[in-house]
């Protein structure tokens, strides 16, 4: 692109681009995120890369595809069966979280096998040696570099050949032939082409730390999400120790893994059995509470679900939901008035998912739904109780996939009575250590506790 240069205009928030400033972005309507940014002049690709021949799809060798694995299970189930030569991975979160632990970690069991390269533009080698030793990594083949400019981290990275590269924060490191700021859009995009480059003519796994901004997307999410090959989110309630990690892209796997984690004073500490976790510190014999049991990937999760519902004291009933989709509430309300006789209009009505976590599954409908019913009536349900299903418009029960799962899952955590569709019962031919009620409604469903 030969000609004079131009400034272009960019959203740091959604990445659109403009040819004039203006003070609300016309894409992501947000207001003060516009700012000018000179443009790239680039070699063309063809150029700075050399050209590629055609080769036939049975040419192609899989075979030596051999993954990493990096001793940490919940990482590896989260990125499909452990690291991608080759393979270029985002992980996301809000500052503390813990995403510098977690990588640092990953490199404890890996570097007994491999050549680590760690570079960090955020902290100084003795905050990130005091933390290793924490975490009780280190060695020989670790090696560690405090680095903002990106040529000079390219040039480590040629020079050391390593076998695994980790970027901590792509935020931070620049190019210096990008004349905008480190963070800016265009210097993010730019530093990840460049590192994706260098990881998929090496063949090696880079992995790089990317900030969430306030509305907790990865800044420059656009951009990035196109680059990179697997997208991770690590999460979790500020106020508790559990941290979940979820993957949002994945060129190598599922992406509705997820792995929890619990934040101890030595580290991260895999979660093996969350659902145990979930559920402990479940009142007793109280109204408004049933056990849901839903799929996360190829996970089943039990989790609590509670409902309250009070007099309404001012004109229009209120409804408000946590970890559970706000329309599909009232819709289930509308179901429970018109098609089971369950009255909540003039009532206020809150829902709450305990431990952070988000049913978007339809299966947690039912367990919803008795909830709700409990709390309406003001009785207790069994405590043994775990209930899945969908509801249909007509108050209908619904079967979901991946009953037996579910119901092995309760069993093992000593319930001993779960609520399922009748026609989800119907496939069933096992014999369980559990007692397995069919019900063809949700009136039924709450008869039949
Ligand atoms: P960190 O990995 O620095 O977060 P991020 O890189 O996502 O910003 O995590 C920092 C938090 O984790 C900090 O609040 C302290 C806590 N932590 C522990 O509780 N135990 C530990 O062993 C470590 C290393 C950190
Ligand atoms: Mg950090």
Known sequence: MAGKQKSIYVCSECGGQFPKWSGKCPLCGEWNTIAEEPTVVRQSAATSARRQAVVTMDAIDTQAETRYLTGIGELDRVLGGGIVPGGLMLIGGDPGIGKSTLLLQICGKLSENFKILYVSGEESPRQIKLRAERLAVGGESLLLLCETDMDAVLDAIRENKPDMVIVDSIQTVSLSEVASSPGSVTQVRECASALMREAKQNDIPIFIVGHVNKDGAIAGPKVMEHIVDCVLYF???????????????????????????????????????????????????????????????????????????????????????????????????????????????????????????????????????????????????????????????????????????????????????????????????????????????????????
């Open 235 to 449: 999460e979790g309630d500020p106020h508790s120790n559990y941290r979940m990690l979820r993957c949002a892209k994945n060129r190598y796997g599922s992406t509705n893994e997820v792995g929890v984690f619990e934040m101890q004073g030595r580290g991260l500490v895999e979660v093996e059995n969350p659902s145990l976790m979930l559920l402990s510190g479940r009142p007793k014999n109280v109204s408004g509470t049933c056990v849901a049991c839903v799929m996360e990937g190829t996970r089943p999760l039990l989790a609590e679900v509670q409902g309250l519902v009070s007099p309404t004291g001012f004109g229009n009933p209120r409804r408000m939901s946590t970890g559970f989709d706000g329309n599909r509430l009232a819709l289930l309300l509308a179901v429970l008035e018109k098609r089971a006789g369950y009255f909540f209009s003039n009532l206020d009505t809150y829902l709450n998912v305990i431990g952070g976590l988000r049913l978007d599954e339809p299966a947690a409908d039912l367990p919803v739904a008795l909830a709700l019913i409990s709390s309406l009536k003001d009785t207790p349900m069994d405590e043994g109780v775990v209930a899945f299903g969908e509801i249909g418009l007509a108050g209908e029960l619904r079967s979901v996939s991946g009953a037996e799962q579910r119901i092995a899952e309760a069993a093992r955590l000593g319930f001993t009575k779960i609520i399922v569709p009748e026609q989800t019962k119907r496939t069933l031919h096992g014999t369980y250590p559990i007692e397995i009620v069919g019900a063809k409604t949700v009136r039924e469903a709450y008869e039949n506790l």
